[in-house]
Structures are given as structure tokens and as C-alpha cells.
Nanobody, 124 residues
């Protein structure tokens, strides 16, 4: 059974940093795509960042490119999202998602497995 467990969320001031972690069990993400999505209050869920092709390629939402970095540690079965220069508009529930192919698009339907989410709050 695939399980994804996020951690690292919290409350920071604008300009601050957080690192989210997603620990996977029952799943070989080193060969499959992984991504982070977020769901801001009152808005639709959006794709934030993804990593695929055995961790060799990444993609980012335009609003976070240059500020966020997605990475993976195969030895720990964990995917990370380093978030720097956080803005109030980054506040959301962040979800880790896992796909079953090496290459996945930045859409939720490509990812059958999801974590429970971790809350990020950014104050101005």
C-alpha cells in the first residue's frame, strides 16, 4: 500500500523559508514522477513543482520558479520542496502526489497517490 506523509509546514513571515518533506512507503518513486500541489483557501488546487525521469528533470509553476526547489533523496525515499522568499500568496495546504510513470504532466489526474497535506501560512 502506497503511503505519502508530508511534514515541514508551518507559519512564517513573508520572505522566510520552509522545507517540506514527503516520505514515501510502499512506492518506488525513484522511477516514477512526484509532485507538489497546493490548495489556497477559496481558490482551486494548483500544481507547484514536479520531479521526474528518475529525478533528472523538474518543472515549476511560474509563480514559484526561482524561489522553490524540488528534490529527492533516494536513500531516504523522500521528496523535498525547499521554499524561499515566501509570499502571503504562497499560503495554502500543500500536498505531495505520486504518479506511476516516469514522466507525468502537471495535472492532478496524473497522480493517483496523495498525502494528507501540510499547512503553510505566510504572514505579511
Amino acid at each position: 500500500q502506497v503511503q505519502l506523509l508530508e511534514s515541514g509546514g508551518g507559519s512564517v513571515q513573508a520572505g522566510g523559508s520552509l522545507r517540506l518533506s514527503c516520505a514515501a512507503s510502499g512506492y518506488d518513486y525513484s522511477r516514477n514522477c512526484m509532485a507538489w500541489f497546493r490548495h489556497p483557501p477559496g481558490k482551486e488546487r494548483e500544481a507547484v513543482a514536479g520531479i521526474y525521469s528518475a529525478g533528472s528533470k523538474t518543472w515549476y509553476h511560474n509563480s514559484v520558479r526561482g524561489r522553490f526547489t524540488i528534490s529527492q533523496d533516494d536513500s531516504k525515499n523522500t521528496v523535498y520542496l525547499q521554499m524561499n522568499s515566501l509570499k502571503p500568496e504562497d499560503a495554502a495546504m500543500y500536498y505531495c502526489a505520486a504518479g506511476t510513470r516516469m514522466i507525468c504532466a502537471a495535472v492532478a489526474s496524473e497522480y493517483p497517490y496523495w498525502g494528507q497535506g501540510t499547512q503553510v501560512t505566510v504572514s505579511s
